[in-house]
Nanobody, 124 residues
Framework: VQLQASGGGLMQAGGYLRLSCTAS????????MRWFRQAPGKERELVAT???????NYADSVKGRFTISGDSAKNTVFLLMNNLKPEDTAVYYC???????????????????WGQGTLVTVSS
């Protein structure tokens, strides 16, 4: 079971980027999906969450600029980042709790899974 993130890059301030993250593997179900970010020298922070029911929640620093959405059928979450600012520069990680289908031991497993991170750089 893994999360694969993509869509980062270099953008000028005021521009936009769209991140994607897809869960794959032997999956029974995917819980809420989240985007975190970690800027150089700073702690990782929660940016946005979308529940299984599709309800979004945002950090104050991105409200009104970022939109999180999901395609539950494809186990995919998106983060549309508008009006980017230099302070949005960070590595962005997707995260979720995923129930994995039983393996040889016959047990479902509840796993916290992180994507590999995608770098977003915003120039002024």
């Amino acid at each position: 079971v893994q999360l694969q993130a993509s869509g980062g890059g270099l953008m000028q301030a005021g521009g936009y980027l769209r991140l994607s993250c897809t869960a794959s593997g032997s999956i029974s179900s995917v819980d809420d999906m989240r985007w975190f970010r970690q800027a150089p020298g700073k702690e990782r922070e929660l940016v946005a969450t979308i529940t299984r029911g599709g309800l979004p929640n945002y950090a104050d620093s991105v409200k009104g600029r970022f939109t999180i959405s999901g395609d539950s059928a494809k186990n995919t979450v998106f983060l549309l980042m508008n009006n980017l600012k230099p302070e949005d520069t960070a590595v962005y990680y997707c995260n979720s709790y995923i129930v994995a289908l039983p393996g040889t031991d016959g047990a479902f497993k509840y796993l916290e899974v992180w994507g590999q991170g995608t770098l977003v750089t915003v120039s002024s």
